[in-house]
């Protein structure tokens, strides 16, 4: 991820050095579809907080329990949008991107005994970008966006797991745009979604014993787009 910020600074550093007098923000004016490929990494923080099982009501070990799980995947997504341009060297760029890949996370803790899974599908994003025209081929943004996907939780020690909810959240992104021919684009950018926090909730069958785990999901990504523009 470092990698991709230092990458996209100098490049976009090294086109603001260059002189903006051709910049042409109707270059990149119009709706587009781009096909994506993505670093994508996750990590949910999260802890464990139990009640002591009804035989044994004066155990109370291990019924806090801190940990996190994290995974790293390569995704592929669709972006559709349309940038409008605002003056010489201004546009702004709206649109949605739709992940169609399923991605999971599994975890266990040598602590409590506890393992589980979380799978993530149905990913969707809505953005828009304040873009900067450096020139007619290229430019430099800064984007927020909203992000939300269905997760599942399976597979935990016990028993009556209720869902936790969709993932859901806010993010930033910076970028830089660079026009191949007069419809044809690439995309490098970098991007940060902090989600809400999650619970689930699960009673083991035949006992007073309750666990409840509550996760703080964060994912960074770095994307490539390949677009073509209308």
């Known amino acids: 991820m470092k990698k991709i910020l230092s990458t996209t600074a ?15 923000s109707k270059a ?17 923080k999260g802890k464990r907080v139990g009640t002591a099982d009804a035989s044994t009501p004066n155990d109370t070990t291990k019924l806090t329990t801190n940990g996190s799980a994290g995974f790293v995947s390569v995704l ?3 972006d559709i949008g349309y940038t409008a341009a605002l003056d010489k060297n201004s546009a702004v760029a709206f649109g949605a991107r739709y992940i169609p ?15 589980g899974k979380a799978e993530l599908k149905n990913i969707y994003s809505l953005y828009i970008k304040p873009t900067y025209v450096v020139s007619k081929d290229a430019a430099v943004y800064a984007g927020l966006h909203y992000m939300k996907g269905d997760l599942n939780v399976t597979g935990l020690s016990a028993t009556g797991s209720s869902k936790p909810g969709d ?14 021919t007069q419809n044809a684009f690439l995309n490098v950018e970098a991007s940060y979604t ?22 703080d999901p964060y994912l960074a990504e770095g994307r490539v787009t390949l677009g073509f523009k209308f």
């Open 194 to 215: 902090e989600f809400d926090g999650l619970t689930v909730k699960d009673v083991a069958a035949g006992k007073a014993t309750t666990k409840t785990y509550t996760f």
């Open 28 to 44: 990149f004016q119009g709706a587009h579809i781009g096909i994506s490929g993505s670093v994508f990494g996750a990590e949910f």
């Open 101 to 115: 890949i399923k991605a999971d996370v599994s975890a266990s803790s040598s602590d409590s005994g506890d393992s």
């Open 10 to 24: 100098i490049v976009g550093s090294l086109c603001l050095l260059g002189s903006n007098a051709i910049a042409d």
């Open 76 to 78: 592929g997504d669709i």
């Open 167 to 180: 993932l859901e959240g806010f993010g930033g992104a910076v970028g830089l745009r660079v026009n191949l």
